[in-house]
């Protein structure tokens, strides 16, 4: 009997270094040797070696698959950024003895519905509430990373008596 | 197995060494000593403070470029207001590898004005 096992398809981003595979006669073992390369602007590539018997069969051919997108989008951030907000103090008004729960709330609603979005993303969230009182306030900050995959998103809201100001920094793996 | 000093090479580091880690101690003596150096005669000025607060941000961003951490990414945020007895609360949460990853924070305060300092270092694998 004669096995004939072909490799369907073999793709590889050229960032990823050297992908050696052999087709060996016996038919059962395959071997295939993957160095990962580390790069500043490596992207996230999955691929898929399907070994067939019988005839080399171009149907089977597996495509070269791509995880999903990995750059920031400012867009839905700022949709879940805007719901956190209004869900944890959407009608209060500022009370001392409330505020620290009220962060704690917005900064985990956040962060929850930003961890489901199930992204290959690390997330810092920041939230400052201030009291309405006249005073003046000013954030800025100042980012060193990947200006391709990584991005912030800064929401800011404000009732009656305070103000808030959520933000989100998304940094890829 | 070992880090390269160039940066095309390849680096089979995906943990960092001891040596390496993001230090919250060090760091916050750091932003510390820049808090501390430009703010100590200032006021606040809501003409100046926004210039001043991205001032602040872009230095103290360089100063923790300059301690060597090069495989991390950085976030420094930095928040000043006018002081007039209101009351603030900022919180944050981050979402990371917690062997990894860490921040560290300053507050600055003088007669007119308050300042908060966040720096958040994360690992780039």
């Keep these: 009997m004669l096995h004939f096992l072909t490799l369907v398809s073999c793709s590889y981003s050229s960032r990823f270094g050297i992908c050696t595979t052999s087709s060996p006669s016996s038919g059962i073992d395959r071997e295939i040797t993957w160095y990962p390369l580390l790069e500043l602007n490596v992207t996230d590539v999955r691929m898929r070696i399907k070994w067939s018997t019988g005839s080399s069969n171009r149907s089977n051919m597996e495509e070269f698959q791509t995880g999903e997108e990995t750059t920031f989008v400012v867009d839905e951030v700022s949709t879940i950024i805007k719901e956190s907000v209004e869900g944890a103090i959407g009608g209060n008004a500022y009370t001392h003895s409330r505020v620290n729960q009220w962060t704690s709330n917005v900064v985990e609603q956040c962060l929850s519905q930003l961890a489901k979005l199930g992204k290959p993303f690390k997330y810092i969230v920041t939230c400052i509430i201030m009291q309405k009182n006249g005073a003046g306030l000013q954030t800025a900050s100042s980012c060193f990373w990947d200006n391709s995959t990584d991005g912030s998103c800064t929401v800011r809201w404000e009732n009656k008596s305070m103000y808030c100001i959520v933000s989100v920094f998304g940094l890829a793996l | ?125």
């Design chain 2, 1 to 125: 197995m070992g880090e390269s000093a160039e940066t095309a090479d390849n680096s089979y580091v995906i943990r960092p060494n001891f040596q390496h880690k993001f230090k919250p101690a060090a760091v916050k003596e750091r932003i510390h000593q820049v808090l501390k150096e430009e703010l100590a005669s200032k006021e606040y000025d809501p003409e100046q403070v926004p210039a001043l607060t991205r001032a602040l941000s872009e230095t103290i961003k360089d100063k923790l470029k300059e301690m060597g951490y090069d495989r991390y990414k950085l976030v420094v945020q930095v928040v000043i207001g006018e002081q007039r007895g209101e009351g603030v609360k900022m919180a944050a949460r981050c979402f990371w590898d917690a062997d990894t990853d860490s921040y560290a924070q300053d507050i600055y305060m003088n007669d007119s004005l308050f300042c908060v300092a966040a720096a958040f270092g994360c690992f780039y694998y």
